[in-house]
């Protein structure tokens, strides 16, 4: 007979019985015997690894109890499910934890307090927090996961790594492994590359200047452009100085306009613009419409050089400081004309294999601008 339960039940009390009895009986590792002795197929299961730069929440919970269903129900299907636990221990993540505890604010810190010295206050880092009452291994049980804690891998030990540089070689050795570029994000403090994952740990929202410009064109494609600017429109000013080329949506209807400033009634202007997007210069202009144009009748247009900081070969390239085809432009925003630095953005990037551009990076690991760019 089962032992009655108590008139007022207890719920963590009830848990923690459960727990102990699962310990002492050894249930979770009998399950996996049994199977074992059945012969029964496999189900294999491959855990995230957790990142251990911290203590877990309440979102690793929900998370490891749908792990946790999966593999106790192909279990009890039939399956043999080993369940191998392991702590992702190395990475950004736990870099930045590591360097806020320590007061170290950029890469050039951590190397002045000593690489060897970081590298094992992260490695105490990550144990402190698998170990100590409240973190990774209480949490583990005491929310019932059945997974191997004992014989848990860490991806900063040896073992992992080397194993990681294994898989490496077999690629190399296949020629598997090419030498080339990819926009990626970046970290200015740590000087470093981001992940997606990475990335999304420090979003916040800002508010950033966007800037409209007026670029000259020097070569029109067709003659009612000859005199006329370009009105450009970016969010990221700071890139202008890696700009190559000028976006246009080949569908998409442009017009020049001839424009009479308001405020300035001496100053005459004519601009092309994306035709859904004219509405941006009626509140200081007087506009008058000269002719309309699809996008790709303004391809090859080539214009004067919004900063000339970084020298572009233009026999090298020749389709460098010209306007493109692109499917990515749109109407939506802007003005219907886009700026194209492909250091620094992955469309910029493609568009840049597509047509033979330059890429130049005028913008330092550390987010500052190179020597080249004079003004700053």
Request: glycine share 6%; hydrophobic share 40%.
């Given at each position: ?53 911290g203590a877990p929440g309440i979102h690793h919970m929900m998370a490891r109890t749908i792990k ?14 080993r369940r191998q636990a392991g702590w992702d221990t190395h990475g950004l993540p736990v870099e ?21 010295r970081f590298n094992h206050y992260c490695r105490q880092l990550v144990e402190r927090h698998i ?246």
């Amino acid at each position: 007979m089962f032992p009655p339960y108590e008139d007022e039940l207890n719920f963590p009390h009830l848990e923690e019985r459960i727990l102990e009895f699962w310990d002492t009986s050894g249930a979770f590792e009998r399950s996996l015997q049994q199977r074992l002795e059945e012969n029964a197929p496999w189900f294999n299961f491959y855990e995230g690894p957790p990142t251990a730069n911290g203590a877990p929440g309440i979102h690793h919970m929900m998370a490891r109890t749908i792990k946790d269903a999966v593999c106790r129900y192909k279990t009890m299907r039939g399956y043999y499910v080993r369940r191998q636990a392991g702590w992702d221990t190395h990475g950004l993540p736990v870099e930045i934890a590591a360097s806020k505890e320590l007061g170290l604010l950029t890469r050039n810190d951590i190397i002045a307090y000593g690489i060897d010295r970081f590298n094992h206050y992260c490695r105490q880092l990550v144990e402190r927090h698998i170990t100590m009452d409240g973190g990774w291994r209480t949490l583990t049980r005491r929310m019932g996961f059945w997974v191997d804690l004992d014989s848990a891998y860490m991806t900063c030990s040896n073992e992992y790594i080397e194993s990681v540089w294994w898989s490496l070689k077999q690629l190399f050795d296949r020629g598997l492994i090419v030498k080339g570029f990819k926009v990626v994000p970046q970290s200015p403090t740590i000087e470093t590359p981001l992940s997606s994952h990475e990335l999304s740990l420090g979003y916040r929202t800002v508010r950033d200047p966007s800037v409209y410009l007026i670029v000259a064109i020097t070569e029109p494609s067709n003659p009612v452009l000859d005199g006329a600017s370009l009105l450009v429109w970016t969010t990221t000013p700071w890139t202008l100085f890696g700009n190559v080329a000028l976006a246009v949506h080949p569908d998409i209807e442009y017009v020049v306009l001839q424009a009479q400033s308001k405020k300035q009634p001496e100053r005459s202007e004519r601009f092309v613009i994306a035709a859904q997007r004219a509405e941006l210069l009626a509140s200081d202009w007087e506009l008058r419409e000269i002719a309309r144009l699809r996008g790709r009748e303004l391809v090859g247009t080539r214009y004067q050089q919004i900063f000339d900081d970084v020298r572009l070969d233009l026999d090298q390239y020749p389709n460098a400081l010209r306007v493109l085809p692109a499917d990515f432009v749109t109407t939506e925003e802007g003005t219907g004309i886009v700026h194209i630095a492909p250091a620094f953005g992955q469309d910029d990037f493609e568009l840049m294999q597509r047509f033979h551009l330059p890429m130049p990076v005028p913008v330092t690991p550390n987010g500052h601008f190179t020597e080249q760019v004079r003004a700053f």
